[in-house]
């Protein structure tokens, strides 16, 4: 792989383009609100949860906003900002309003928007809470006092709860210390460890790793903190804060190698709609002396995401955030999902209550660590391998730890969970079809219909080093409708066990996998084994070459280059193109290698080396590959002489 000098780097924004930012948003979405402000309507289709809670989200979640934008201004208030949602509040809350709010009984996802509402009354509350009458205060309270006592899901809802009870307790309402406790007592059972916590179990274990990490799990136990303030250590255990402010300083330090050179998240995981609140665990750590980052870095870090979304068509024409990653992607939707729903990227204003003259806004920039060097870098509570590389500021996830799935439970591979890997310049493709199956970032089995086997549960046997390997039952759902949760049980087809090893060097991976029977199997081949390789979108090239070194490779308009380069028993080659299944473009194309009509031998060794990064995959810097001495081994020698060996079990 070429390594082109970086390109210059853009500036990021003040904190007067930060502030203005905020604004634009309230105003477009104001222009939706009911007469009262009760409700915000936004346009487009409706969440699982119904119209009506959709427009409770769209006051709720603006309203965060509008709190920290407020707070943060120390009340200076051009745009009457506290006057229209103070109006919201009374309606809201008045039980013979058109514009009433859902009770938590009526539609469970209102239990969400009552932690944002919660939140943004705390930091306004000179300009808000202090200054409505004691009638509104009192259907505010019972609003939120409907939340004592209630179910939640064992994950981040614990903290709606927790962050609605603080503040309801702060203002005389109802809070109950069973609730505070269990929302403690589940965030230490969710901790992994290095600043990781899990969203939740499933089946048990810890693998539901994904954004909330960092946009629920660190900001809303910190915030609970800070809307307590003096009297936490009444309700909390001593020292909860300086927990869970250590717990965020040693998060931070992953969560900036995670982030791309032209400022992009990581592409994984659901509710990607959120976006830019990727920001609230990085703001959260300068705003509670929790962070590793210096101050600039911190201000580099969040200007780059947010240009990088603005830049790329977040924002419509009609000043309001879409339901997708860049411009608008149905796809990317999950059942939850509504028009307002991308709001919660409000969390990444949370910057705001920052004043002017902190350092975050006045120290020098800080180039973040993929614009100072290449790194690998194992996270093991997700089981994670990233790789970064200064050349073309792409960071890369490759992906053994981890799934989003019960263990013990065969289900359909969702996309953001599933996938061998993932980047910041990448997207996984979502087909509008699941039926055929994972495509890009896989190693698969593909049977005599033309179908690919799915992945999930993965079983993690390595993360260490540079090297990553796990195994996998091949399985053939019935229905391969994915769902972050697993879905219901439906009839899957059972197949060989897949062994996949991952050594990663720069921009590339060596990929690695063994194929063994399986007991039982009800999936009996014939079987092409194949390796699925980046997902680039378009316009750009494709180029293939068959034979014992067959290569596929796209190279994309930008400058990428996604390509997989055969480096034992995969001697066919394409590039599968698609149209509206990628959140990044239109029309979306990835290289594949298979086995072809050869037959797929159980034990043997397959790889490829599968490359994601700037400029053309130069063969010359590739390893070679030897069996090591003992079976499933394979030794890798690169040109400088360096060495890497892998074990591949049989199962």
């Not at 869970?244 to 592409?267: C, E, F, K, V």
Request: charged residues 20%.
């Amino acid at each position: 792989m070429t390594t082109p000098a970086p390109s210059p780097r853009p500036t990021a924004p003040d904190r007067a383009f930060w502030a203005a930012t905020a604004d634009r948003l309230l105003l477009a979405a104001r222009a939706h609100g009911t007469e009262r402000h009760g409700l915000i309507h936004l346009p487009g289709p409706a969440s699982a949860s119904g119209r009506w809670s959709d427009g409770l989200e769209g006051f709720a979640r603006t309203f965060l906003l509008a709190g920290f934008r407020l707070g943060g201004a120390g009340g200076d208030d051009p745009y009457h900002i506290a006057e229209w949602y103070a109006e919201g509040l009374a309606a809201g809350t008045d039980p013979g309003s058109p514009e009433r709010w859902p009770t938590f009984a009526e539609v469970n996802q209102a239990k969400v928007e009552a932690a944002s509402i919660a939140i943004a009354l705390h930091e306004t509350r000179p300009w808000i809470w202090d200054r409505l009458d004691d009638r509104v205060r009192g259907r505010v309270l019972t609003w939120l006092g409907r939340m004592v006592g209630t179910d939640t899901p064992g994950n981040n809802w614990v903290w709606f709860q927790g962050i609605t009870e603080a503040f309801a307790r702060t203002a005389g309402g109802r809070w109950d210390q069973a609730d505070l406790d269990r929302a403690i007592e589940l965030t230490d059972l969710w901790y992994a460890g290095d600043g990781w916590y899990s969203d939740g179990l499933a089946g048990g274990a810890h693998r539901n790793y994904d954004h909330y990490n960092g946009w629920a799990m660190h900001f809303y136990p910190l915030w609970f903190c800070r809307v307590l303030g003096d009297t936490v250590g009444d309700v909390a255990p001593d020292g909860l804060a300086e927990r869970y402010r250590a717990r965020l300083t040693r998060y931070l330090d992953d969560h900036r190698h995670l982030t791309g050179g032209h400022g992009s998240p990581l592409i994984q995981g659901r509710s990607l709609t959120y976006r830019f609140a990727a920001l609230a665990p990085v703001w959260a750590g300068a705003l509670f002396d929790a962070t590793p980052l210096p101050p600039g870095q911190t201000r580099r870090l969040a200007g780059l995401t947010l240009r990088h979304f603005l830049d790329n068509g977040a924002v419509g024409d009609d000043g309001l955030l879409s339901l997708g990653w860049h411009r608008a992607f149905p796809r990317i939707r999950q059942l939850y999902s509504g028009p307002a729903s991308p709001y919660w990227a409000s969390k990444g204003f949370a910057g705001l209550l920052l004043p002017p003259d902190h350092p975050v806004w006045t120290a020098p920039e800080v180039p973040l660590p993929v614009e100072q060097a290449d790194y690998v870098r194992p996270l093991n509570a997700p089981g994670w391998l990233v790789s970064g590389t200064r050349a073309d500021g792409v960071v890369r996830v490759v992906n053994h730890g981890s799934d989003h799935a019960d263990p013990a439970r065969l289900i359909a591979d969702d996309p953001v969970y599933a996938r061998l890997a993932y980047a910041t310049h990448a997207a996984p493709e979502m087909p509008a079809d699941p039926a055929p199956g994972p495509l890009d970032s896989t190693v698969t089995l593909v049977n005599a219909q033309g179908r690919a086997a799915h992945r999930r549960p993965l079983t993690r046997i390595e993360v260490a080093g540079r090297t990553g390997v796990s195994r996998s039952r091949a399985h053939w759902p019935a229905d391969a409708t994915w769902d972050p949760f697993g879905g219901p049980d439906i009839e899957q087809r059972t197949g060989p066990w897949i062994t996949v090893a991952s050594v990663v060097r720069g921009p590339v991976e060596v990929r690695l996998a063994r194929v063994d029977p399986g007991e039982g199997d009800l999936e009996r081949g014939p079987f092409t084994l194949r390796f699925g390789g980046w997902p680039l979108t378009g316009p750009g090239e494709a180029a293939v070459s068959q034979g014992p070194g067959a290569a596929a490779s796209f190279a994309a308009a930008g400058g990428l280059v996604s390509a997989v380069v055969a480096l034992r028993g995969l001697p066919h080659a394409d590039v599968a193109t698609a149209s509206g299944s990628n959140a990044l473009g239109p029309e979306s194309a990835t290289p594949l290698l298979t086995t072809g009509a050869d037959e797929v031998r159980y034990g043997a060794l397959h790889a490829a080396a599968v490359v994601l990064g700037a400029g053309p995959v130069d063969p010359g810097w590739l390893p070679s590959l030897a069996e090591g001495p003992d079976p499933g081994t394979a030794v890798l020698t690169w040109p400088e002489g360096a060495t890497d060996t892998v074990h591949l079990p049989a199962p």
